[in-house]
């Protein structure tokens, strides 16, 4: 079993910035992918940014050049640092984690709410 705790959400003005954080516990040794998403009210949950154990990233195209996934092995943390934000990044955003095995296991969730 993996568990996973976000933080850094919050409320943040239009061209701001925020950094979250998701740090992992339990059998952290088995994680292969890590990856954020996001569900804003209504709307079905997406994936945001993904990051493989190896460091190679893939990004939504509406975060692409705003939003940078970041990961530290040795911590068993990922990050999502975002820059630019936009009204239509509000959302609730998840933690998701996949292991050796392709068990999934996902984060309570942070709200950004970006507005001014």
């Known amino acids: 079993q993996v568990q996973l705790v976000e933080s850094g959400g919050g409320l943040v003005y239009p061209g701001g910035s925020l950094r979250l954080s998701c740090e992992a516990s339990g059998r952290t040794s088995s994680i292969n992918y890590m990856s954020w998403y996001r569900q804003a009210p209504g709307a079905q949950r997406e994936l945001v940014a993904h990051i493989t154990s190896g460091g190679n990233t893939n990004y939504a195209d509406s975060v692409k050049g705003r939003f940078t996934i970041s990961r530290d092995n040795t911590k068993n943390t990922v990050d999502l640092q975002m820059s630019s934000l936009k009204p239509e990044d509000t959302a609730v955003y998840y933690c998701?984690?996949?292991?050796?095995?392709?068990?999934?296991?996902w984060g309570q969730g942070t709200q950004v709410t970006v507005s001014s």
């Open positions: 998701h984690v996949v292991d050796q095995l392709f068990r999934i296991y």
